[in-house]
């Protein structure tokens, strides 16, 4: 009998690939495994250098899973996603949240100055990570959907819709028709399904995600709008419904988070847009 591994295509040999591969398995893995795939992909760095005993003990599961989520991926070992996560880390500029980190342990201070400094630190990391992790093309390709989309819908709630409040701005601005999803009277799914193949979708949800959001999405994705999701993580549930996903991380252990990376991520999509319109016109 062959064997069934000998002509499989060997596991990605770069994070870029990993991330797609873990992405798409994610649906088909257990519960445990899953939470691994999470953890891998939203602390890469961590995941990266810690041992796999001190892993297993932060995701809350026995160290022969990650031995079994490697293999589920075709490695041999968990010591072979380390070596992938690590050469990303060789590639990258200084990791700046090391870097806060330690300038926090050094002030140890909790007055309005320090509180400031915390805070403008975070959002220069964010932004550090944003730049990593939004490829030009998926901005573009954003940019290329909503030119040609006759209306735009734009959807968020909570602590996101600031940033939903700012692309109904800038669009109206551009003069391309926008329709902001803002929830007044309980209407948001009735004005939802009013979006078709020819408009275009822009939902904005971050952890704990929304549920009508993330309802709305999946629902018109099933109708054949096309949808531009801006979220945390690859393993979002917006991501599973977005044709394009534009991904920014904040730090979890703060009990403020920052909307400075998003806001930066929307104005960057509103301006690739504008060059977008003014080469079609």
Same mark, same amino acid.
């Given at each position: 009998?062959?064997?069934?591994?000998?002509?499989?295509?060997?596991?990605?040999?770069?994070?870029?690939?990993?991330?797609?591969?873990?992405?798409?398995?994610?649906?088909?893995?257990?519960?445990?495994?899953?939470?691994?795939?999470?953890?891998?992909?939203?602390?890469?760095?961590?995941?990266?250098?810690?041992?796999?005993?001190?892993?297993? @003990?932060?995701?809350?599961?026995?160290?022969?899973?990650?031995?079994?989520?490697?293999?589920?991926?075709?490695?041999?070992?968990?010591?072979?996603?380390?070596?992938?996560?690590?050469?990303?880390?060789?590639?990258?500029?200084?990791?700046?949240?090391?870097?806060?980190?330690?300038? @926090?342990?050094?002030?140890?201070?909790?007055?309005?100055?320090?509180?400031?400094?915390?805070?403008?630190?975070?959002?220069?990391?964010?932004?550090?990570?944003?730049?990593?992790?939004?490829?030009?093309?998926?901005?573009?390709?954003?940019?290329?959907?909503?030119?040609?989309?006759?209306?735009?819908?734009?959807?968020?709630?909570?602590?996101?819709?600031?940033?939903?409040?700012?692309?109904?701005?800038?669009?109206?601005?551009?003069?391309?028709?926008?329709?902001?999803?803002?929830?007044?009277?309980?209407?948001?799914?009735?004005?939802?399904?009013?979006?078709?193949?020819?408009?275009?979708?822009?939902?904005?949800?971050?952890?704990?995600?929304?549920?009508?959001?993330?309802?709305?999405?999946?629902?018109?994705?099933?109708?054949?709008?096309?949808?531009?999701?801006?979220?945390?993580?690859?393993?979002?549930?917006?991501?599973?419904?977005?044709?394009?996903?534009?991904?920014?991380?904040?730090?979890?252990? @703060?009990?403020?988070?920052?909307?400075?990376?998003?806001?930066?991520?929307?104005?960057?999509?509103?301006?690739?847009?504008?060059?977008?319109?003014?080469?079609?016109?």
């Amino acid at each position: 009998m062959s064997n069934q591994n000998e002509h499989k295509e060997p596991p990605p040999g770069n994070y870029d690939d990993l991330k797609i591969l873990i992405t798409d398995n994610f649906p088909k893995l257990s519960g445990q495994l899953q939470r691994i795939a999470r953890y891998v992909l939203e602390n890469p760095n961590d995941s990266a250098l810690e041992t796999v005993s001190e892993i297993a @003990r932060r995701v809350e599961v026995q160290p022969s899973s990650l031995v079994r989520f490697a293999k589920t991926l075709g490695y041999d070992g968990y010591s072979n996603v380390q070596q992938v996560l690590k050469s990303r880390l060789i590639s990258e500029i200084p990791n700046y949240r090391e870097r806060i980190r330690s300038l @926090r342990n050094e002030r140890g201070s909790e007055d309005g100055a320090a509180i400031l400094d915390d805070f403008v630190d975070d959002g220069i990391a964010a932004l550090d990570q944003l730049r990593h992790k939004v490829p030009a093309s998926d901005l573009q390709a954003a940019a290329d959907i909503l030119s040609e989309a006759d209306d735009v819908y734009v959807l968020a709630q909570g602590r996101a819709f600031p940033v939903a409040h700012y692309f109904g701005y800038a669009l109206t601005g551009l003069e391309v028709s926008c329709q902001l999803l803002e929830g007044v009277g309980g209407l948001t799914p009735r004005r939802a399904r009013l979006a078709g193949v020819a408009d275009a979708l822009i939902a904005i949800s971050f952890r704990p995600y929304s549920d009508d959001v993330v309802g709305i999405v999946a629902e018109r994705k099933a109708a054949g709008v096309p949808v531009i999701a801006i979220t945390d993580s690859p393993l979002s549930p917006l991501a599973l419904s977005a044709d394009i996903i534009l991904e920014t991380a904040e730090d979890e252990g @703060r009990a403020f988070r920052s909307l400075v990376a998003p806001m930066c991520l929307a104005q960057s999509l509103m301006v690739a847009l504008g060059h977008r319109l003014t080469e079609m016109r």
